[in-house]
């Protein structure tokens, strides 16, 4: 029995250690003690709880006044622009468990260096805080990582008080800094692999940190990290003694610390594994796996130590589509589902109650996450599906018990279902496995993810059409899902009338289906960009406006697809804005989104467009290292984007240094895309360009036949764009002379190719005419030139022509006529009512309205 004074005595100890624990250890405290002697810990909560309400009240106990001189000597001693050596104290920036930390700087004779350095307080200056700080002192000057903060110095003050200096980090809290720039899930994959880098080097080194959390990793604004804190690291044997993984003193955070932590059990490298399970719940889900904000100490212990975490998936609320727009995606689903699979086992996998279950090394859990980056499979998945298993039975022996009984008996009752099931289920499958293999046919045929496939995709295409349409009345929501895939590759293949009718036709299946306005929004806006592509202006923009109004205006396709329009009608500034928004929109997705591709290829082209060569050259070369980083180094986009470089390449650094690297393009569109491809075409046109101008006309104007043959092959000679490379040969073959057979023949095809085509081809009709008879002018045939020019669709044609076509004519016109003998007192009778037409169209200078771009060559 203990007298009256060995009671006091022992209550005053352990009200000291208590006043010195995080509040979690204090009920651990209290706990032990009540155990031991209830009364004494009845008495020792109520001076804690009374020690509690009274700090608002600033008590002036003996150990308060002694405390409060302590507190006063420190703020004293240290205040901004106090001296220590070579250090200046400049401003403090937090105050931390063990110290007190100030931004500082060190002046030299010819440098100024900015620091941080650590104090002790005063007021917690005792054997055991001491040797902590030596501990980390030794601790950071072991550690030698670009993701490390780095030690600088250490001493002590006149008064006693030691400190370390450490570089200064410029940064912020790695969630805020990845939120601030709407980082998909693989960029913060990414970042969060800086990290394990750093926590790596130092497990290494025998070092375990014991609390990473978000505010101990900043990142720098050039995306580099730094792991700050090791107040409270613990080293493993090089530095200590072994005995000093046991968790004596319990300096924590309680919501990321272990559950061994919790316990007072050894520390591990488990330990961060799972604070980094917590960090990368944070960094991917947007919050914690608990409401550790609302919880007392001893629920947020429970949690930790008891209860399992939720899924990722399950912490996304309904409400949270801007954290989820943040991240990339579209909708809240979108992000629920790419946090389940591969990306959830590895995070439950750090955050298992049992040290031994979590991954054993920093590099096993780096392998994983690298392996979800490539898209590859994780070690040991199989596994998870035991672990869960073997964890709920655990839990639930009872009502698992009764459970397998119950299942059991459902299992023979349903038997005699499947029986009579199986040939319907049979059927179904089947037809659930044809439409799938339909689906990757169409998918499989788009050039632009497969190499080689130009070919094969047009066959794909003229075959599926007329078995796609036997569903559009019996399974409309087949038709639609199928037809907007199959529109999409005639969109990429250059059909684009057909690829705007079929999407036309999925959007109609689709309102017949009961499709949800996200998915009907979605393919008038697939409708309107083959409608731009196709020339039909005014349907493109309807469909815009329509799926506007369906709450798509912000999405990045509905802005790709406006910018394409606005750029195609000359508006060259509203084409930039809407371009530049859809890049933005797209940061975050992968090099094989099509979407993100065409936005960057398009933005680029409308800069260059605007005579922003340098800028549009700056993106392309932008996009060619992002896809380079992210796709095979043989991989068709990267082919293509050097192709549609070329252009800029030329006008910003000239042609003779472009003609190498048109070669390698066109070398690379062969054999990916094969010679007759869309691919291959173009990069000869590019080629031919950069011949011509650096004055190898004659090697240009037979690498221009070739572009011709292939366009021919690739989209049929009625094409726009096979109809505009005949037109481009024509003009080269005028030039050289002494092709005039060839140049004619033509000139005659386009005409009347053109002519047969839909409306779009008005403009470049009258464009093309002006330049035959310039052609017929040359060979000193006046009276056919004039004829060309005033036959009567001409004229029909020419108000609704650009100006510059409008000029064009004009100027051939008045040529024809002065040549033909128009200005004679009687021209001839053959040619004088063509005389007096050209007079009057002269004299009034016809019509001005918009029209299309000019198509000569660039």
């Excluded at 109609?508 to 393919?523: M, S």
């Excluded at 023949?745 to 035959?772: C, D, N």
């Excluded at 009687?826 to 019509?847: G, N, Q």
Aim: charged fraction near 25%; aromatic fraction near 4%; include cysteine.
């Amino acid at each position: 029995m203990k007298t009256a004074a060995e009671r006091i005595r022992r209550l005053g100890e352990l009200f000291d250690e208590a006043l010195d624990l995080d509040p979690v250890a204090r009920e651990q405290l209290l706990a032990r003690c009540r155990a031991e002697d209830p009364s004494l810990a009845d008495e020792l909560a109520r001076l804690i709880e009374r020690d509690l309400s009274l700090l608002d009240s600033q008590p002036r106990t003996p150990l308060g006044l002694v405390s409060a001189g302590l507190d006063a000597r420190d703020s004293d001693t240290l205040q901004p622009g106090k001296q220590f050596g070579v250090y200046r104290l400049e401003q403090e920036i937090g105050q931390g468990g063990m110290g007190r930390v100030f931004r500082a700087t060190r002046s030299g004779p010819d440098f100024t260096q900015e620091v941080a350095i650590k104090f002790v307080r005063r007021d917690l200056v005792h054997p055991a805080l001491l040797r902590r700080f030596s501990t980390e002192r030794a601790i950071l000057a072991a550690l030698d990582h670009p993701g490390i903060s780095r030690l600088i110095d250490a001493s002590t003050t006149p008064e006693g008080t030691p400190y370390v200096v450490m570089e200064f980090v410029r940064g912020q809290a790695i969630d805020g800094w990845a939120d601030a720039r709407l980082l998909g899930l693989d960029e913060r994959l990414a970042l969060f692999r800086k990290v394990l880098a750093a926590v790596a080097h130092a497990h290494r080194n025998l070092v375990v940190h014991r609390d990473i959390k978000a505010s101990n990793v900043l990142v720098t604004d050039d995306g580099e990290i730094k792991l700050l804190d090791f107040g409270i690291a613990k080293p493993l044997g090089r530095l200590g003694d072994i005995s000093a993984t046991q968790t004596m003193d319990r300096f924590l955070t309680p919501s990321s610390a272990a559950p061994e932590q919790l316990a007072g059990g050894p520390i591990t490298v488990a330990c961060d594994i799972h604070a980094l399970g917590m960090l990368l719940y944070e960094l991917l889900a947007g919050r914690l796996p608990f409401g550790f904000a609302n919880m007392t100490p001893g629920e947020i212990e429970h949690a930790i130590r008891q209860v399992p975490p939720p899924p990722m998936a399950g912490r996304v609320l309904d409400s949270d589509l801007a954290l989820a727009q943040a991240r990339g995606f579209h909708h809240v689903r979108e992000l629920r589902e790419a946090l389940r699979g591969d990306l959830e086992h590895i995070v439950q996998r750090c955050l298992r109650k049992l040290p031994t279950e979590r991954y054993g090394t920093i590099d096993q859990l780096d392998h994983d996450i690298d392996c979800v980056l490539r898209q590859q499979p994780i070690r040991e998945r199989q596994s998870d599906r035991w672990y869960r298993w073997r964890k709920f039975v655990a839990r639930h022996r009872v009502a698992s018990a009764l459970s397998a009984v119950l299942l059991l008996t459902v299992l023979v009752a349903v038997a005699a279902i499947l029986r009579q099931n199986v040939a319907i289920t049979h059927e179904r499958d089947r037809a659930q496995r044809a439409v799938g293999l339909l689906k990757n046919a169409f998918a499989a045929a788009n050039p632009t993810q497969v190499a080689g496939a130009n070919v094969t995709a047009r066959a794909v295409l003229e075959a599926a059409r007329p078995s796609l349409e036997t569903t559009f009345d019996t399974q409309p929501d087949v038709y639609a899902e199928l037809a907007g895939t199959l529109a999409e590759v005639e969109l990429a293949v250059g059909l684009s009338p057909q690829a705007a009718e079929l999407a036309e036709r999925a959007r109609q299946a689709a309102a017949k289906a009961g499709f949800d306005a996200a998915r009907t929004g979605a393919l008038l806006i697939l409708e309107a960009r083959a409608r731009i592509s196709a020339g039909d202006y005014a349907e493109a923009e309807e469909r815009l406006t329509r799926a506007a109004a369906l709450g798509l205006e912000q999405t990045p396709e509905w802005q790709l697809a406006m910018g394409q329009l606005c750029h195609h009608r000359s508006l060259r500034e509203q084409a930039l804005a809407h371009l530049e928004q859809a890049v933005r929109d797209t940061r975050g997705r992968p090099p094989s989104d099509d979407i993100a591709n065409l936005a960057r290829l398009q933005l680029a082209n409308a800069l260059r467009s605007s005579e922003r060569s340098q800028e549009a050259l700056a993106l392309f070369d932008q996009t060619l290292a992002w896809q380079s980083a992210g796709l095979q180094p043989d991989h068709p986009r990267l082919t293509l984007i050097r192709m549609y470089r070329l252009d800029a390449l030329r006008r910003v650094r000239g042609a003779k240094a472009t003609v190498p690297e048109a070669r390698q393009v066109v070398e690379e569109a062969d054999r990916i895309y094969g010679k007759n491809s869309i691919a291959a075409a173009t990069a000869r046109m590019s080629l031919g360009i950069s011949l011509l101008e650096a004055g190898e006309r004659g090697e240009g104007a037979q690498v221009f036949r070739e572009s011709l043959t292939a366009w021919r092959s690739a989209v049929g000679n009625d094409h726009q764009n096979t109809l505009r490379s005949a037109f481009n040969l024509a003009q080269i073959l005028t030039d050289l002379g002494g092709n005039d057979a060839e140049a004619e023949a033509l000139y005659r095809e386009i005409l009347q190719r053109g002519e047969a085509k839909a409306e779009e081809t008005r403009a470049p009709l009258v464009f093309w005419r002006s330049h035959y008879a310039q052609f017929l002018l040359k060979r000193q045939r006046a009276g056919d030139a004039l004829r060309l020019l005033l036959e009567p669709d001409n004229l029909t044609r020419l108000p609704d022509s650009h100006s510059s076509h409008r000029s064009a004519f004009l100027a051939a016109l008045k040529a024809a006529s002065s040549a033909a003998g128009c200005d004679a007192p009687a021209p001839r009778a053959d040619i004088a009512s063509y005389c007096t037409t050209a007079a009057d169209l002269v004299k009034s200078s016809a019509v001005s309205a918009p029209g299309t771009e000019s198509d000569n060559l660039p």
